[in-house]
């Protein structure tokens, strides 16, 4: 089955075909950095870094960009309020951007330019929309005329007499500025400078850059005037993904983007996440709480990528014991002294296959995932005959297979579990030290504290000691 993606532009589920066969050129609209990430932002990254390991599984090669908004109001604000500068807090929260994404399991994009960086790149792109007729000055300030560009409005579907002004809440109605506007849909490609802002030199003065041309400029500047694949989350898709298309085709003449693709939104509990409603919650916080990375992946991953998401308590342990339903599976090997080898994950297999026939279909990770649990509940079957009975119902060589193709596709989708057994810990570890251990855990499991109780069983398991869970009780044996 051929790749088919869903086009936010074209409103239809297209086949995949890229400008140059066998790349990718795909760009990922990233995080304004002047707060800590939260829920929405793991969404995004976990949904964008999938779609590129799995087309590189399926043999692309693939350019992958994403930016850093770095001067930007509320980097400003947040400046002002710790007596700090825009570049101490921007550095600060990138730092913390990385930290957080390598918990998360998320593999570093090929580059991630910065609008500071860009400078060069953003005024020459509002120079060539002014000289073809797309932008005017007003007052140190330079706007993209809306009207101008007949085809405003194809991404979003939205007509200009039904635009609000100010939608994206980055522009303030009652500000003096704003009525140096022609139009009231026009938005600013460059701002003049402000007293105690930082600014750089323009054919228009000290300023800085509008939030939407930064895009546009980084894009040009790091993938060329087409690209394959232009991400983010849906509330990027008016006003900003919008913009950028007036912007960009405005000066090529040629598409901006083949496919626009986007992510649905996170809510906590039903709502809308909001610091005000007490329900703001960061990528740190969550983990730091003890929830496992992998099951924060997984929770994300069962959603089809265009749907909204709903984050509960419930949610999460249901993914957390969805993970250790995995993790078991992927463990396998190792227990039982195997090592990946030769593998060779191109070699055709039914799983793979079925693998590859579900996520093909716009990319279908939860389709994708029902090939990955079967495996690992096979595989965890076939540990507990072996346990019991010292042997497998199934030949070796096909459950070596097996658990290798389980491993290489949980690798597609980031969800990796390592084996940290230590010989001398093992033989440490007494079979009363064990059974208090267990009790602990079942005490835990009364008291509703699932994040303790998968947290002993989590831990017993990097030992190489395996919890096995019936109606008379908790049996253990070691790896």
Same mark, same amino acid.
């Given at each position: 089955m051929t790749l088919t993606v869903y086009n936010t532009l074209s409103r239809r589920q297209e086949p995949f075909e890229t400008v140059e066969p066998g790349k990718v050129k795909m760009y990922y609209c990233g995080v304004t950095v002047y707060?800590?990430?939260?829920?929405?932002?793991?969404?995004?990254?976990?949904?964008?870094?999938?779609?590129?390991?799995?087309?590189?599984? =399926?043999? /692309?090669? *693939? $350019?992958?960009?994403?930016?850093?908004?770095?001067?930007?109001?509320?980097?400003?604000?947040?400046?002002?309020q710790e007596h700090s500068t825009m570049e101490t807090i921007a550095d600060r929260f990138i730092k913390a951007y990385f930290e957080d994404m390598a918990r998360l399991n998320i593999k570093e994009a090929s580059e991630y330019p910065r609008a500071t960086h860009t400078m060069n790149g953003i005024t020459r792109l509002i120079?060539?929309?002014?000289?073809?007729?797309?932008?005017?000055?007003?007052?140190?300030? =330079?706007? /993209?005329? *809306? $009207?101008a560009f007949p085809e405003y409005g194809k991404l979003s579907g939205r007509k200009l007499e039904n635009s609000q002004a100010g939608a994206s809440g980055r522009v303030d109605l009652e500000d003096p500025e704003y009525q140096r506007k022609k139009d009231s849909a026009d938005f600013a490609l460059w701002k003049a400078a402000k007293p105690g802002e930082p600014a750089w030199e323009s054919p228009w003065g000290k300023g800085r850059p509008g939030w939407h041309i930064e895009c546009s400029a980084m894009v040009r500047d790091r993938l060329g005037e087409t690209i394959d694949i232009h991400a983010g989350g849906e509330d990027l898709i008016f006003p900003h993904h919008e913009n950028e298309i007036a912007q960009s085709e405005a000066v090529t003449g040629k598409p901006l983007s083949r496919y626009w693709m986007h992510n649905g939104m996170v809510k906590v509990d039903g709502e809308k996440m909001s610091k005000s409603l007490g329900n703001f919650t960061t990528i740190r916080d969550l983990l730091d709480r003890g929830v496992d990375p992998m099951a924060v992946r997984l929770f994300v991953l069962m959603a089809q990528y265009r749907t909204p998401i709903d984050f509960t308590d419930e949610a999460i342990q249901a993914a957390t014991n969805g993970w250790h339903t995995l993790k078991e599976g992927l463990l396998f090997g190792y227990q039982l002294g195997w090592g990946m080898g030769s593998k060779n994950s191109s070699i055709p297999n039914s799983f793979i296959e079925r693998f590859i026939e579900a996520v093909n279909n716009d990319f279908n990770f939860p389709g994708g995932l029902i090939v990955l649990f079967e495996l690992a509940k096979e595989l965890r079957r076939e540990r507990n005959i072996f346990v019991h009975e010292g042997k497998t119902e199934t030949a070796p060589l096909e459950l070596l297979k097996q658990w290798q193709t389980l491993v290489t596709l949980a690798g597609v989708l980031g969800l990796e579990a390592e084996m940290k057994v230590e010989t001398s810990v093992n033989k440490g570890l007494s079979d009363?030290?064990?059974?208090?251990?267990?009790?602990?855990?079942?005490?835990?499991?009364?008291?509703?504290?699932?994040?303790?109780?998968?947290?002993?069983?989590?831990?017993?398991?990097?030992?190489?000691?395996?919890?096995?869970?019936?109606?008379?009780?908790?049996?253990?044996?070691?790896?």
């Amino acid at each position: 089955m051929t790749l088919t993606v869903y086009n936010t532009l074209s409103r239809r589920q297209e086949p995949f075909e890229t400008v140059e066969p066998g790349k990718v050129k795909m760009y990922y609209c990233g995080v304004t950095v002047y707060d800590y990430c939260h829920l929405g932002h793991a969404r995004a990254c976990i949904v964008w870094d999938v779609v590129r390991r799995y087309l590189q599984f =399926v043999g /692309y090669e *693939v $350019r992958y960009v994403q930016n850093f908004t770095d001067v930007d109001d509320k980097i400003l604000n947040r400046a002002r309020q710790e007596h700090s500068t825009m570049e101490t807090i921007a550095d600060r929260f990138i730092k913390a951007y990385f930290e957080d994404m390598a918990r998360l399991n998320i593999k570093e994009a090929s580059e991630y330019p910065r609008a500071t960086h860009t400078m060069n790149g953003i005024t020459r792109l509002i120079h060539e929309l002014e000289n073809k007729g797309y932008a005017y000055p007003s007052n140190g300030d =330079v706007y /993209y005329s *809306v $009207r101008a560009f007949p085809e405003y409005g194809k991404l979003s579907g939205r007509k200009l007499e039904n635009s609000q002004a100010g939608a994206s809440g980055r522009v303030d109605l009652e500000d003096p500025e704003y009525q140096r506007k022609k139009d009231s849909a026009d938005f600013a490609l460059w701002k003049a400078a402000k007293p105690g802002e930082p600014a750089w030199e323009s054919p228009w003065g000290k300023g800085r850059p509008g939030w939407h041309i930064e895009c546009s400029a980084m894009v040009r500047d790091r993938l060329g005037e087409t690209i394959d694949i232009h991400a983010g989350g849906e509330d990027l898709i008016f006003p900003h993904h919008e913009n950028e298309i007036a912007q960009s085709e405005a000066v090529t003449g040629k598409p901006l983007s083949r496919y626009w693709m986007h992510n649905g939104m996170v809510k906590v509990d039903g709502e809308k996440m909001s610091k005000s409603l007490g329900n703001f919650t960061t990528i740190r916080d969550l983990l730091d709480r003890g929830v496992d990375p992998m099951a924060v992946r997984l929770f994300v991953l069962m959603a089809q990528y265009r749907t909204p998401i709903d984050f509960t308590d419930e949610a999460i342990q249901a993914a957390t014991n969805g993970w250790h339903t995995l993790k078991e599976g992927l463990l396998f090997g190792y227990q039982l002294g195997w090592g990946m080898g030769s593998k060779n994950s191109s070699i055709p297999n039914s799983f793979i296959e079925r693998f590859i026939e579900a996520v093909n279909n716009d990319f279908n990770f939860p389709g994708g995932l029902i090939v990955l649990f079967e495996l690992a509940k096979e595989l965890r079957r076939e540990r507990n005959i072996f346990v019991h009975e010292g042997k497998t119902e199934t030949a070796p060589l096909e459950l070596l297979k097996q658990w290798q193709t389980l491993v290489t596709l949980a690798g597609v989708l980031g969800l990796e579990a390592e084996m940290k057994v230590e010989t001398s810990v093992n033989k440490g570890l007494s079979d009363a030290e064990i059974e208090a251990k267990i009790q602990e855990r079942q005490d835990a499991r009364i008291a509703k504290n699932f994040v303790l109780s998968d947290r002993i069983r989590d831990e017993l398991l990097s030992q190489g000691i395996t919890l096995i869970d019936s109606r008379e009780g908790t049996r253990w044996h070691r790896n």
